[in-house]
């Protein structure tokens, strides 16, 4: 193992990397990241929550026309507000929650079509 220092946005951090020979790394399968899962509807395109938290305003109803990046509703999520924006152009066909509504993970806000 070597140690390095690295320094992003003024913060040091101290890491250490692993060295592998070339038969190693062309014998190790390489660790691929765990995808999002992706909501399928046959609705329209599904617009799911990217983390825990409270809806705090919706900015959108039903058959309200969105363009690609229109701010959908606003997701309160540890003590910040995360904007939730529109995948694509499109119809909203459903919103699934209201104001005050407490979400999770992968809960479905709305639908576009």
Do not use: F, H, R
Not at 17 to 39: R, Y
Not at 58 to 65: D, K, Q, R
């Amino acid at each position: 193992m070597k140690k390095y220092k690295v320094t992003v946005n003024g913060t040091a951090y101290e890491i250490e990397l692993e060295e592998i020979n070339a038969t190693q790394a062309k014998t190790e399968p390489a660790k691929e990241p765990e995808a999002t899962p992706v909501k399928l509807s046959t609705d329209g395109e599904t617009v799911a929550s990217p983390m825990p938290g409270n809806i705090l305003s919706l900015n959108v109803s039903v058959g309200a026309t969105v363009k690609k990046g229109d701010v959908l509703m606003i997701l309160e999520a540890m003590k910040m507000e995360n904007e939730i924006m529109a995948p694509c152009d499109g119809t909203v066909k459903s919103v699934k929650v209201t104001k005050g509504t407490s979400v999770e993970t992968g809960t479905v806000l709305c639908v576009i079509a």
